[in-house]
């Protein structure tokens, strides 16, 4: 009989590698000891790159990676000015840290905007460093030297050295304070298709997920799920877990009450036990008091007829170009129409978890995260620790789209372990996923046009009401629109008597960061209304775009994404996706394409969607032709993903999603009443860039503002009808 501790000779020759040039052994033995060679000597030329004595490099993705795919592109921004050979490049990703890696967060689609420029300054100075070294050793000035796929070359004899060889040397050289950068033009990496770095993890199922966190601590970890009152804004009372406690594995309840209007914790009950199993059948016996009161007034139709009373009057008028009176009054034509979108959940394929462990000394937390900045101020808070005594271990999201930015889950996780006095995973299922989220606010939006005798537009004027994220967050009722919408947006600045006013609701409703927050809404409404006017103007939708859009010419815009906006590369990604689509061709019958474009966040992107209406009324989006002006693109291959995923989720979210109250209570559960896209459901999707060498711009938001306004501009052309009011519910009109 074999002993169940003998090492095989085909395990041995499996588990061994060679590295570097010389013999390593990295392997598991049977009974989980380790043996491992010494590793290459590792020298730290910054905060973001090590090189090792056999020429590995290094790279650190510092931002959270939610599936947006920064822990590739932000590396090879680096790589690109460290002139090294992106194929033998390893890439880390750490922890937070507020001193050492600055910003840290994922949100708005700004990691590559934000870090472009200086992590092209972590390479340069790294490159230089390098240079010197070799410069040195060669007694030769270095600009008799240049770098190139990791090595360095001596220019007078051909001579090289490794980047290895010289990591030593180079890490004792005086840091350059402002190197030299490459020129765009001679960039080999930046702009290329790249695979994820983490891909083979992935499909291995190698890489840690907040959910697949179970970290090793002496004190074995408990797990917890939550109650929260199905009223929002409910506040605990008193529990009864006496049934609770004939589970077994069941160890505690603890009560978590909150402040009034408390956005980081929700009143509730936490269910403690051995495993997480155990956990969810205790829950189920607790017996739970709530205060309800004043909160039970929130039904399915609150919002539309507290909506509907807004619009019957006037708002608060935060742009007025021109005089919006008299362009009316010597309008030829006029046209009038009220879109309205709902509450939406992020529901990301992974609900919120989270572990934590606090002792008297620190607070530990592991956790997929948008903002771990934020879980850090929590824990200080409710700990009294300080900052330095608190650390987020940062994991990978399955899905962020806004969700992640609210850590609710993690304070959940901190409050019970700083209660219980043990480490803890709080665990949330799909039913509190989309029950307590943060939702898309609702809105409602009446808007009017002008047409003069020639048919052109010459007066707009549009209000909106809706649940202000601003003064959900803030409080404050001046400049409540900031956050739901932009004073700038397409078409302002081009009709010479052009309105907007705004009124915002009551603000019950738990309010987050839906991907592309606010754009997600007016996108739908302007591309809709402006398709409807050219449609009275006898006039094809993208040469009335065009038309309006005009030469090409630089306006203000003085949110993000700005400083301007211009109609010139509006235009070329209006005319891109018409041309790929072959905008105009002829369609088989009861089938059509509808074209819409919206400015994100500092991108352009313009679509045209071809979908058939069936005689039942059936919908479905054939195919999808986006184009797309980024600025300068970082990498290729992730871009073209996150502009695929943004068009499913918006066709998810139009299609059939939408969050409803009864008595205060969110009545959508799971799947089956939300419904998102299913596989069977997507429609080819071409995605195009306009090269482009300014300055990149993000790309995690900007594919799902104008997909609904192009399919609906497409049902239009089938059925005469317009849609106006989200989501088409079961796809069906």
């Known amino acids: 009989m074999k002993n169940k501790h003998q090492l095989s000779r085909r395990s041995f020759i499996k588990n061994s590698t060679v590295a570097g040039g010389a013999f390593m052994l990295s392997f598991s033995l049977p009974w989980g000891q380790q043996l491992m060679a010494v590793p290459t000597k590792t020298y730290e030329l910054n905060s973001f790159l090590k090189i090792a004595k056999d020429g590995t490099v290094t790279i650190i993705s510092k931002n959270p990676e939610i599936g947006q795919g920064v822990s590739t592109s932000l590396p090879?921004?680096?790589?690109?000015?460290?002139?090294?050979?992106?194929?033998?490049?390893?890439?880390?990703?750490?922890?937070?840290?507020?001193?050492?890696?600055?910003?840290?967060?994922?949100?708005?689609?700004?990691?590559?905007?934000?870090?472009?420029?200086?992590?092209?300054?972590?390479?340069?100075?790294?490159?230089?460093?390098?240079?010197?070294?070799?410069?040195?050793?060669?007694?030769?000035?270095?600009?008799?030297?240049?770098?190139?796929?990791g090595m360095v070359y001596n220019k007078k004899n051909r001579k090289k050295l490794s980047y290895g060889a010289l990591a030593e040397m180079a890490a004792q050289m005086p840091v350059p304070k402002n190197p030299s950068l490459k020129n765009p033009k001679d960039f080999k990496l930046i702009g290329t298709a790249q695979a994820g770095v983490?891909?083979?993890?992935?499909?291995?199922?190698?890489?840690?997920?907040?959910?697949?966190?179970?970290?090793?601590?002496?004190?074995?970890?408990?797990?917890?799920?939550?109650?929260?009152?199905?009223?929002?804004?409910?506040?605990?009372?008193?529990?009864?877990?006496?049934?609770?406690?004939?589970?077994?594995?069941?160890?505690?309840?603890?009560?978590?009450?909150?402040?009034?209007?408390?956005?980081?914790?929700?009143?509730?009950?936490?269910?403690?036990?051995?495993?997480?199993?155990?956990?969810?059948?205790?829950?189920?016996?607790?017996?739970?008091?709530?205060?309800?009161?004043?909160?039970?007034?929130?039904?399915?139709?609150?919002?539309?007829?507290?909506?509907?009373?807004?619009?019957?009057?006037?708002?608060?008028?935060?742009?007025?170009?021109?005089?919006i009176e008299q362009g009316f009054a010597q309008a030829k034509k006029t046209l009038k129409a009220t879109y309205a979108l709902p509450f939406a959940a992020h529901s990301p394929m992974e609900p919120m978890n989270c572990v934590a462990s606090v002792t008297n000394a620190k607070c530990e937390v592991w956790a997929a995260t948008q903002w771990p900045g934020a879980i850090v101020d929590f824990a200080?808070?409710?700990?009294?620790?300080?900052?330095?005594?608190?650390?987020?271990?940062?994991?990978?999201?399955?899905?962020?789209?806004?969700?992640?930015?609210?850590?609710?889950?993690?304070?959940?996780?901190?409050?019970?372990?700083?209660?219980?006095?043990?480490?803890?995973?709080?665990?949330?299922?799909?039913?509190?996923?989309?029950?307590?989220?943060?939702?898309?606010?609702?809105?409602?939006?009446?808007?009017?046009?002008?047409?003069d005798e020639n048919n052109r537009l010459i007066g707009w004027k549009s209000h909106y009401t809706g649940v202000s994220l601003y003064k959900y967050y803030a409080g404050k009722d001046e400049r409540a629109y900031r956050?739901?919408?932009?004073?700038?947006?397409?078409p302002a600045q081009l009709i010479p008597n052009f309105q907007l006013q705004y009124t915002p609701a009551d603000t019950f409703m738990p309010l987050g960061w839906w991907r592309a927050p606010g754009h997600n809404t007016t996108a739908f409404v302007n591309q809709s209304f402006l398709a409807e006017v050219a449609a009275a103007a006898g006039k094809d939708f993208l040469k009335f775009q065009l038309e309006l859009l005009g030469d090409s010419k630089e306006y203000p815009y003085k949110n993000h994404g700005g400083p301007t906006i211009s109609t010139g590369r509006f235009k070329a990604v209006l005319e891109l996706a018409a041309q790929k689509a072959q905008w105009g061709k002829k369609m088989p019958k009861r089938n059509a394409q509808g074209i819409a474009?919206?400015?994100?966040y500092g991108t352009y992107v313009a679509m045209v969607a071809e979908v058939s209406?069936?005689?039942?009324?059936?919908?479905?989006?054939?195919?999808?032709?986006?184009?797309?002006?980024?600025?300068?693109?970082?990498?290729?291959?992730?871009?073209?993903?996150?502009?695929?995923?943004?068009?499913?989720?918006?066709?998810?979210?139009?299609?059939?999603?939408?969050?409803?109250?009864?008595?205060?209570?969110?009545?959508?559960?799971?799947?089956?009443?939300?419904?998102?896209?299913?596989?069977?459901?997507?429609?080819?999707?071409?995605?195009?860039?306009?090269?482009?060498?300014?300055?990149?711009?993000?790309?995690?938001?900007?594919?799902?503002?104008?997909?609904?306004?192009?399919?609906?501009?497409?049902?239009?052309?089938?059925?005469?009808?317009?849609?106006?009011?989200?989501?088409?519910?079961?796809?069906?009109?």
């Open 613 to 733: 209406v069936a005689n039942d009324g059936q919908v479905k989006v054939n195919k999808v032709v986006a184009a797309v002006d980024c600025g300068l693109l970082i990498n290729k291959s992730g871009a073209k993903a996150q502009i695929e995923g943004g068009i499913l989720e918006g066709l998810s979210v139009m299609m059939n999603a939408e969050i409803t109250l009864k008595k205060g209570a969110v009545q959508q559960s799971n799947f089956h009443d939300y419904k998102m896209l299913r596989m069977a459901e997507a429609p080819d999707i071409e995605v195009y860039f306009i090269k482009s060498n300014k300055d990149p711009m993000g790309l995690g938001e900007m594919g799902l503002p104008p997909i609904a306004p192009a399919v609906c501009n497409a049902i239009f052309k089938v059925t005469g009808k317009r849609i106006r009011n989200l989501p088409i519910k079961n796809s069906r009109v």
């Open 76 to 149: 090879m921004i680096i790589a690109e000015e460290l002139e090294v050979d992106w194929q033998k490049v390893k890439v880390e990703t750490v922890d937070y840290d507020k001193s050492k890696y600055k910003g840290q967060s994922a949100g708005g689609s700004t990691a590559v905007k934000n870090n472009f420029k200086p992590l092209r300054k972590v390479g340069a100075t790294a490159r230089t460093m390098l240079i010197a070294a070799a410069a040195k050793r060669w007694s030769i000035a270095p600009n008799f030297c240049y770098a190139q796929q």
């Open 597 to 600: 474009a919206h400015f994100t």
């Open 198 to 323: 983490f891909n083979k993890d992935l499909v291995q199922g190698k890489v840690t997920y907040g959910l697949d966190a179970y970290p090793q601590f002496k004190e074995k970890m408990v797990f917890a799920v939550v109650q929260k009152c199905p009223t929002l804004r409910g506040k605990l009372i008193s529990y009864d877990d006496s049934a609770a406690k004939k589970v077994a594995g069941f160890i505690q309840a603890v009560p978590i009450r909150t402040k009034a209007h408390d956005e980081v914790l929700r009143d509730g009950v936490a269910i403690v036990a051995k495993n997480t199993w155990a956990a969810m059948k205790a829950r189920k016996l607790v017996k739970i008091k709530w205060d309800t009161k004043g909160n039970e007034k929130y039904n399915a139709d609150y919002y539309t007829q507290s909506f509907e009373q807004n619009l019957a009057k006037s708002g608060e008028v935060i742009r007025n170009d021109g005089n």
């Open 380 to 451: 200080k808070k409710t700990t009294g620790l300080a900052a330095n005594q608190v650390k987020v271990h940062m994991l990978r999201a399955g899905g962020g789209f806004g969700r992640r930015s609210n850590n609710d889950y993690a304070a959940e996780a901190i409050a019970v372990s700083h209660a219980i006095k043990k480490p803890v995973k709080v665990v949330w299922t799909r039913e509190d996923e989309i029950q307590f989220d943060y939702y898309r606010p609702a809105s409602m939006h009446q808007l009017e046009a002008a047409l």
């Open 483 to 490: 956050y739901d919408l932009s004073i700038y947006n397409f």
